[in-house]
């Protein structure tokens, strides 16, 4: 069975700050990952995902992701932060070959102070 | 704009009482997936569904029971709810079947039970 570990509960930085959220995961057989973001009252809205190929994972909002298989993680990461990233972030994993079951860690809230 | 939309956005029921979520699909999906997320969590699998049929199922109880009809909207229902069923309910359509695709997720049904 997968499981996902984030290591961090909530994350404060300042604004224009890089930041780093990061994601462990568990997995007996090879996943895809994935990492979503929560805005307050909203759904979930991907960021970005790993299938395969280059370990680095650009997605949106100038967000990228480095997937290491050797160290199973995933983490998050953004060179300069602005007020607007303020937002729960979750990753995601789901085995390959599979249908889209994700299985979610807990997230990490990440505030972005002026 | 994702294209998936719930219904209602917000609800309140008695304990022992019973709900039905409704969510309709984007465009062009076929596979619809039902997530509970409690607050301070992060979003668990309840159950899919892929062209009308149920495939797949978290560690839900029974009194969690779902459909998925023709056009590939989908309901939820609970049936004798409990205090602990208090939780934003999601949706995510995808087009489904073997590999990853991108889940795209509604806004979420915010349940409170009494």
């Known amino acids: 069975a997968q499981s996902v570990t984030q290591l961090d509960s909530q994350v404060p930085v300042f604004e224009e700050a890089p930041v780093e959220l990061r994601c462990n995961y568990s997995s007996s057989v090879s996943v895809y990952l994935f990492w979503y973001v929560q805005y307050p009252n909203q759904g979930l809205q991907l960021l970005l995902k790993?299938?395969?190929?280059?370990?680095l994972v650009k997605g949106i909002n100038g967000f990228e992701a480095e997937f290491n298989k050797s160290q199973t993680s995933f983490h998050l990461r953004k060179p300069s932060v602005h007020i607007s990233d303020t937002a729960e972030y979750f990753c995601a994993v789901n085995p390959q070959g599979g249908s889209e079951k994700l299985v979610f860690g807990k997230g990490t809230k990440l505030t972005v102070n002026p | 704009e994702t294209g998936v939309t719930q219904s209602p956005t917000h609800l309140i029921k008695t304990r022992g009482q019973q709900v039905t979520l409704r969510c309709s699909s984007q465009?062009?999906?076929?596979?619809v997936s039902w997530y509970q997320q409690a607050l301070g969590q992060g979003p668990q699998f309840i159950f899919q569904y892929y062209r009308e049929e149920e495939n797949g199922r978290g560690n839900f109880p029974p009194r969690f029971s779902g459909l998925q009809f023709p056009n590939y909207s989908s309901e939820l229902n609970v049936n004798a709810l409990e205090l602990d069923d208090s939780a934003l309910y999601l949706c995510a359509s995808s087009s489904g079947g073997v590999g990853a695709t991108e889940a795209f997720f509604g806004q979420g049904t915010r349940l409170t039970v009494v």
């Open positions: 790993y299938l395969s190929g280059s370990t």
């Open positions: 465009s062009g999906h076929n596979t």
